[in-house]
């Protein structure tokens, strides 16, 4: 049985978030900061980390619904660029150690009976907080988001990506091919998402995530070095009272141990 | 200036749509009452997905709970449009308005409220 090996505990009750946003709702620009301690137990000691988000629209052309009150349908093609990661003051212990930076073209599809598509083409730079393994990503994704499905106020959504990946500098890479010339290759990648609404007296969402990348085609060497493919399953419970729990398992590309995080304390204090 | 959350019917139709069982249910009035509900954070709320960064999937998230709501509201009041036709007869999309605000996080229940309220007239304005 493999141990739990770390644990995190967001500190967004301790620290203020720093936060700017435009005001325009049609031009959504948002850069978030969030301060939280990353422990970990079989490395002696906690280091303090930041995780950031950021997005902005540049570019959006809509048609707008016929009837504005009772819309059926709705389309829209959009211009964005969006990052998120974790950096931490000590790398090795940060359980969480990839950035990305992503532009993307969007075409959006809304309808009150089938749910939310979007189709996008998609330019990604992918990296670790030392900047030492890095990557650029082009890929193309279909992504599906439906409400009440399941249960009421549930939630699902489904992203599936197929990518060309030019792996500029990655270390774990580059020793499993005994090379430093890289050549690019092509990877699928997914993610699953589900949100249950429960009645449960304990409990009042439970939330399951799974993110998969798989390298097409891979040589032996990366599948030998087990760097062929990742994933990472998230469950979190959100418990009344403003606490949640959530366990994740496994890694994603650039972080390659096969971790357990376990991550609990309060999501928010939902009364300001 | 800021919106300020107020007893009329954007705010009072904003809280009970959120807050109501028979609709969103996105968090119980003893965490919340309607006095402080208005600076309350979007992430916070039930439908905000906790687990991912995918901007797609948030992005899904909120269309479909805007679309939601925009249908309860209509439940509670008799609304119309504020501003029937936009520039060069394009309709406004309120929808759409709705939806930017549920997808940031950082937005707050006050700004959902201002987002109809700009968009809708509501019987005390008539």
């Known amino acids: ?119 996008s083409l998609n330019g990604k730079f992918e990296t670790d907080q030392s900047f030492k393994n890095k990557q650029g990503v082009f890929s193309i994704n279909a992504t599906f988001a439906k409400r009440n499905i399941f249960v009421k106020n549930g939630f699902f959504s489904v ?20 090379s430093q010339k890289l050549s690019t290759f092509n990877r699928w990648e997914a993610e699953v998402l589900y949100l249950h609404r429960t009645q449960n007296p304990t409990f009042d969402t439970i939330e399951l995530n799974y993110r998969y990348f798989s390298e097409r085609n891979a040589p032996l060497e990366i599948r030998q070095a087990g ?13 009344k009272k403003d606490f949640f729990v959530a366990y994740s398992r496994g890694s994603l590309p650039f972080n390659r141990k096969s971790d357990q995080i376990v991550q609990a304390g309060w999501s928010y204090k939902i009364q300001p | 200036m800021p919106y300020i959350w107020r007893n009329n019917n954007a705010c009072v139709a904003t809280y009970k749509v959120l807050e109501g069982d028979n609709f969103l249910n996105e968090f119980e009035d003893y965490q919340l009452p309607f006095e402080s509900a208005g600076k309350a954070q979007l992430k916070h709320l039930r439908y905000f997905v906790k687990t991912t960064n995918n901007a ?12 939601d709501f925009l249908m309860y509201v209509q439940k509670i009041y008799t609304v119309t449009l504020e501003n029937p036709v936009r520039l060069f007869g394009a309709h406004p999309n309120v ?21 109809i309220d700009g968009e809708l007239r509501f019987p005390d304005e008539k």
Do not use: C
Request: glycine share 8%.
């Open chain 1, 227 to 239: 760097i062929a493919a990742h994933k990472l399953a998230t469950i979190r419970l959100g418990i």
């Open chain 2, 56 to 67: 797609k999937m948030i992005k899904g998230a909120a269309m479909e709970i805007a679309a």
């Open chain 1, 1 to 119: 049985m493999n141990k739990v090996k770390f644990v995190t505990v967001p500190l967004s009750v301790l620290f203020m978030s720093l936060t700017a946003h435009s005001q325009d709702l049609d031009q959504k620009k948002s850069l978030e900061i969030k301060p939280s301690i990353l422990e970990g137990k079989d490395k002696g000691g906690s280091t303090l980390g930041l995780e950031y988000q950021f997005s902005k629209n540049l570019l959006r052309y809509d048609v707008a619904p016929a009837n504005p009150l009772q819309p059926d349908s709705f389309k829209s093609v959009t211009f964005d660029v969006a990052g998120t990661g974790t950096v931490a003051l000590n790398s090795e212990r940060n359980p969480k150690n990839f950035l990305d930076f992503v532009g993307s073209i969007e075409s959006l599809y809304w309808s009150r009976n089938l749910g939310t598509f979007i189709g």
């Open chain 2, 95 to 115: 929808l759409l308005k709705l939806a930017n605000v549920f997808a940031d996080g950082d937005k707050t229940i006050a700004d959902v409220a201002e987002a």
């Open chain 1, 159 to 178: 992203d599936v990506g197929y990518g060309r990946v030019d792996p500029r500098n990655d270390e774990a890479r580059a020793a499993a091919l005994q």
